[in-house]
T-cell receptor, first 118, second 115 residues
């Protein structure tokens, strides 16, 4: 139980276009979703925290106009990379916060999206 | 200051041997949780083990155990009888009670198991 489905797993887009990444909770309600970015051979860096029905909270240094996060329902959170540039190429992964009594002491991760901007 | 420090960027271990991956942390919260995740080349984050700051005993999950030394602020992961499938990146992470539920990750250790 407590599965987050993340799509697409891989995407290649042209510079200047926008890309949307979806994370859906399949068997639970995701009140809070975390979005991470991971450059090759580096750690996961938190980009933003989204709560259903409210504006996302962005970490320092993350451009909110470039990385649009929508959490309109308890089962869907989306990250849109607007006007993508090659430097936005990275691995993006979402994580839903769970009740701590559920699986894995409070978090379940999507499988990640590898974005390549050409 | 780094909240989670993993000082071993890479480790090579012979198959069937035990391996210890180091993790130290820094927090002033009295209540916190420590996590270890495995990330294979596919990118998924696989939960391995959890230790709560008030847990009296070290956590164990199958071949994984956590050597929790609270006074030293260390939470090392021990993998016993390593297998080829253990080759992956390993991340230590912390959740602070007053940190809005977010996880802070260390820089990771790349573990390679040698046949």
């Amino acid at each position: 139980g407590a599965v987050v489905s993340q799509h697409p797993s891989r995407v290649i887009c042209k510079s200047g276009t926008s890309v949307k990444i979806e994370c859906r909770s399949l068997d639970f309600q995701a009140t809070t979703m975390f979005w991470y970015r991971q450059f090759p051979k580096q750690s996961l860096m938190l980009m933003a925290t989204s709560n259903e029905g409210s504006k996302a909270t962005y970490e320092q240094g993350v451009e909110k106009d470039k990385f649009l996060i929508n959490h309109a329902s308890l089962t869907l959170s989306t990250l849109t990379v607007t006007s993508a540039h090659p430097e936005d190429s990275s691995f993006y992964i979402c994580s839903a916060s769970l009740e701590r009594g559920r699986a894995n002491y409070g978090y379940t991760f999507g499988s990640g999206t590898r974005l390549t901007v050409v | 200051a780094q909240k989670i420090t993993q000082t071993q960027p890479g480790m090579f271990v012979q198959e069937k041997e035990a391996v210890t991956l180091d993790c130290t942390y820094d927090t002033s919260d009295p209540s916190y949780g420590l996590f270890w995740y495995k990330q294979p080349s596919s990118g998924e984050m696989i939960f391995l083990i959890y230790q709560g700051s008030y847990d009296q005993q070290n956590a164990t999950e199958g071949r994984y155990s956590l050597n929790f030394q609270k006074a030293r602020k260390s939470a090392n992961l021990v993998i016993s009888a390593s297998q080829l499938g253990d080759s992956a990146m390993y991340f230590c992470a912390m959740r602070e009670e007053f940190g809005n539920e977010k996880l802070t990750f260390g820089t990771g250790t790349r573990l390679t198991i040698i046949p």
